[in-house]
């Protein structure tokens, strides 16, 4: 049994194991962080595919090859949606419209090397002694496409460290912070992975093409590195399975804010009335001034409806000036 074939099996068996805790935490944070996780479980299916290939047909199968050379798409994706979600919960008051353009700017400028380099792969094919000219510069726009997404990323997550780029007071602050490191830690292996690719095409010996290249490369600088993110990726996001919940605080307070309401009449005996409603869970009747005999005749009568969680109410009497936090 060759090595070649060990390998193979490695990957095949490695991979189907983490594509589980991958949809775990795909499922947990949902959609805050879909294009992250769900480009990191098709990155897991690539490599379970290839893998199966490569094992039935052998190691120099094209369409084997093709699948190896687009795998660092969704990889870079993977990248870019968790480091998108990391900001969304770091600061929820960044301006989301201009986050999705820049993402959707960034999804079409991987796809276009994704597209290249799917276009030249048969040049990796072993039983093509004399590749196609335009098979190889379609391969070296690709990769070049790729290495500069790569260091877009890069510089956006390094950009994301900045105290403008975070706001500590977030629910979710932490947790975010987590996703970022993640991003931080995983991005020098995958850049690691994708310098191998840009040598590999745009070096003329075809010993280190990810097809025919010996194995101790192949194995560390191609299979280790793409492990290393991975795994790291899974970690995190299980420990930040939770990150949704805690977010949702930050919205309840802005719906809080446009939910409160007051509407005043004016009776008969000229008191003020006021009806307040808040939807907040850090509400706490007791922070109301206890009113004395006759006190809200001259103050604010507000009816609080607590959390649905509390599965409580009650009227209290307060000042509003000794509330205005509220």
Known sequence: MSDDHNLNIAQLAIYAILILPTLYVL??????????????????????????????????DKTAAIISSIGLSPLLLAVSGVLHE?????????????????????HIFVTTGLALLASGSSAFSSSTNNPNKSDE??????????????VMVYVWGLFSLLPSQGRRDAPAYSLGTKLLYATLF???????????????????????????????????LSFIPELIAVIGFVVVGILTRNVRRAGRGDRMREVDVRMVRMESERGKDGEVAG?????????????????????????????????????CCDWVCGCWDS????
């Open 27 to 60: 499922i947990r944070h949902s959609l805050p962080g879909l294009l992250g996780w769900l480009y990191l479980a098709a990155f897991c299916m690539l490599r379970i595919v290839g893998a199966g290939l490569a094992l039935s047909n052998g190691p120099t």
């Open 86 to 106: 990391a900001r969304h919960y770091r600061n929820p008051s960044l301006a989301r419209k201009v986050e999705l353009i820049l993402v959707l700017l960034y």
């Open 137 to 150: 510069n379609l391969l070296k726009v690709g990769i070049v496409i790729l290495l500069l997404s790569w």
């Open 186 to 220: 995983a991005l020098p292996f995958v850049g690691m992975r994708m310098m191998y690719s840009t040598i590999s095409i745009l070096a003329p010996s075809k010993n280190l093409s990810p097809v025919n290249a010996a194995l101790g490369l192949r194995l560390g």
């Open 275 to 311: 009806r307040r409603l808040m939807g907040s869970s850090d509400f706490d009747s007791r922070s109301f001034k206890e009113p004395e005999s006759g006190e809200c005749s001259a103050g604010v009568e507000t009816w609080v409806e607590l959390h649905p969680r509390i599965d």
């Open 323 to 326: 509330y205005k936090e509220c």
